[in-house]
Structures are given as C-alpha cells and as structure tokens.
C-alpha cells in the first residue's frame, strides 16, 4: 500500500490534466435536496458530543480543509473570535452545525489538490486509495462514467479525499487525544464503509 500512495504522491504534478478531464456537473433540485439530507444525517455521527471534543473538532476541520482555524471561521461565515468562543463554550450553534452536515464534506473534497512538493505522510492517502479499490475506482458512485473518466475522476479528487479520510479516521478514533492514528480492523469495519458512504452521497452535488 505504501508503494502505492508514493507513486500516486510522484503524479500530483499532472493533476491539471485530471482536472481538464473531469468536471463537475450541477444536480438536479430534487436529487441535491434528498442526498442533502441523507449526508446530513451520516455525517451526524461524526459531529462533537462532548464540550472538550469541539476545539479538536474545529481543528480537524480546518486541517481537513487545507486550512487555519481563521479561514475556517471565514468559510462558516464567522469571526474568528466566534470560533474561539464555540470552542471555550464547547459547543457550536445548530444552524452552523447544518453547515458542517451539509457542506463541510463537499468543501473539503472540492479542495484544491497537493502539490508535487507537498508529501502526504498521514494515512488519508492509504485510505483513499483503500477506497478507490473497494469501489472499482468509483468511490462518487457515478455508474454512468466509463472507465476513463472513473479514473480522472479518482486522480482529480485524490487530495480531497485523503484530507476527508484522515479526518473522518480522526473522528471515528478510540483516542480522543488523537495522538496517534493506526492502521488496524477498525479501517474496514467503520472508517471505510462510512467514507465509502459520505463520498457517494457527496457524488449528486459535485457532478
């Protein structure tokens, strides 16, 4: 596995070429409202329950958005001052709770992919390729793309999927410290299914 993700880290310089090659569809009303919902839902499970889990939360996010606390506040449509309030309150505001249900997983997909010289050394790389072979390269669920345009899809979404994995890992994690992340049967039985999950639901609105 590690081979791969080093291989697959060496071809980010091309990414331009993937990008040309998959690009995304607005969904019909109906179809985003209804897998709007579903995501919501899913992605539920993932939200911080306890007060003490909202500031690692918060951080998570940002990291998973390729981004500063500061820009996350800035992508919710918050101050950075109210950020740092959720996080000493522990708790963050329902309506802005919908945003991470609704939006955070398509924001952190749609990120802009790695550069060349940026290594990916956490396991989302390993997992979104975990991923890519669990779903024959169709992690969007998007059975009427060909073969082709599966695989510039996965080439395009390769970063963004890494970063949701990682964070999605993170969330699903024993340790709330969060201090180490390893590879073990939790991957399969929970972190995988759910990323599997997220992604194809995630699928409607981006394409």
């Not at 997992?127 to 510039?152: C, I, Q, V, W």
Request: net charge neutral; aromatic share 10%; with cysteine.
């Amino acid at each position: 596995m590690m081979n791969a993700a080093r291989t697959a880290c060496s071809m980010f310089g091309c990414a331009g070429k993937a990008r040309a090659m998959a690009v995304p569809q607005k969904p019909s009303t109906g179809s985003y409202v209804n897998d709007a919902n579903d995501l919501s839902i899913l992605f539920a499970s993932l939200l911080p329950f306890d007060p003490s889990d909202v500031g690692p939360f918060l951080f998570e996010a940002a990291y998973a958005l390729g981004e500063r606390e500061a820009d996350l506040a800035r992508e919710i449509g918050v101050s950075r001052a109210t950020l740092s309030g959720w996080k000493k309150r522990g708790a963050i505001p329902p309506a802005h709770l919908e945003w991470f249900g609704e939006r955070f997983p398509i924001e952190v997909l749609q990120g802009r992919n790695p550069q060349q010289h940026e290594g990916f050394r956490h396991v989302g790389l390993e997992l979104a390729l975990a991923l890519f072979e669990m779903t024959s390269f169709d992690p969007f669920n998007l059975p009427h793309k060909g073969k082709e345009d599966r695989l510039a899809i996965c080439f395009r979404y390769l970063g963004g999927i890494s970063r949701l994995g990682l964070f999605v890992l993170h969330r699903c994690q024993a340790d709330p410290s969060r201090a180490s992340v390893h590879i073990n049967d939790r991957w399969w039985s929970e972190v995988l299914p759910k990323l599997r999950e997220i992604t194809a639901l995630a699928g409607p609105h981006m394409f």
